[in-house]
């Protein structure tokens, strides 16, 4: 339990965004992937997620890791099937905002999600790092609390608005990590998470990653940083996080591109070059191919409802 406690204490958990959005049409969604982890309350209705369409009821939540691509339902499994791009493009078709608090949680067929980063070290992503499916939390009082203090007082003018914020969004992200412990679920990914946390010379490789996503991230200069052979970096990298080196390094990349996407006025042409891409149609190319969308709708998707 100590290890885990060491885990917490270095994560970093960081409000993204949160919506409340009522179901206008039911749709099935083939393959729904974003790159932040996603919470998703059902206030009233249902929701279906995974290859096996398993159900979320009223009152129970469903936890998507960032990275993790599912199958995911709104409303009647009978409902409209569309694709991830489908879905971006035409949110407003599909969802309509609730933003009047003393409404959430009781307008029917209605759904909140909260989006939030959680980054051990400051670096490494904590619940894709585990790489574990989405799964249903149930039964859980206190996370259902804390999750609908935090989308209803977004729309207030209280003091200390930002500070509940910050704090529910931390907490939940620890109600998460308890969840999955107290539930015995992912035991095997969580022992190894747990181990590979303590290499000082895997955290080095990380935050040069971090720091270096448009410079020289070759195996040989992993190898340098980590003070391991070159032939060997790569299998040393893989045996503790169960990837290859440049696999996530790509992914650190993208991710950097949705950031900047979402948050910044950079061009797509600048971001490709920020993010380690000297050919920008070779970065349209493999966004597209890891979101289902082009990095142009990825920037437009925050004008949209959800």
């Known amino acids: ?93 599909y969802f309509a905002s609730i933003k009047d608090p003393k409404l959430i949680g009781t307008v029917p067929n209605s759904v909140s999600y909260v989006t939030f980063d959680a980054k051990v070290f400051d670096t490494v992503n904590f619940f894709s790092s585990l790489d574990i499916p989405p799964f249903k939390i149930s039964q859980s009082k206190t996370m259902q609390e804390l999750f609908l203090e935090l989308v209803k007082i977004q729309f207030t003018d209280e003091p200390g608005r930002e500070r509940i914020i910050k704090l529910n969004t931390e907490r939940i992200g620890v109600e998460i990590i308890r969840y999955i412990i107290n539930n015995g679920l992912f035991v095997e990914q969580l022992a190894t998470n747990v181990t590979y946390f303590k290499d000082p010379r895997l955290i080095d490789i990380f935050s040069y990653i971090k720091d270096n996503l448009n410079g020289d991230l070759s195996n040989q200069q992993l190898a340098n940083i980590a003070n391991v052979s070159e032939d060997y970096v790569g299998q040393y990298f893989k045996m503790l996080t169960g990837i290859n080196p440049q696999d996530y390094i790509e992914y650190q990349r993208m991710e950097s591109a949705v950031n900047m996407l979402r948050t910044s006025k950079s061009s797509v042409r600048e971001i490709a070059k920020i993010t380690g891409y000297k050919d920008t149609a070779y970065f349209c190319r493999r966004f597209k191919m890891m979101f289902g969308i082009p990095a142009g709708k990825m920037r437009r998707r925050e004008t949209v409802v959800g």
């Open 1 to 93: 339990m100590e290890d885990y406690n060491k885990i917490i204490e270095s994560l970093g958990i960081k409000f993204i965004k949160s919506k409340n959005l009522k179901i206008l049409t039911p749709m099935f969604i083939t393959n729904f992937y974003d790159v932040e982890n996603r919470i998703i309350l059902v206030n009233k209705g249902n929701i279906f997620f995974g290859i096996d369409q398993a159900p979320i009821s009223e009152g129970e939540m469903l936890f998507i890791p960032g990275g993790k691509l599912t199958p995911i339902t709104y409303g009647d499994k009978n409902g409209v099937k569309i694709t991830n791009e489908e879905y971006v493009t035409n949110k407003n078709k």
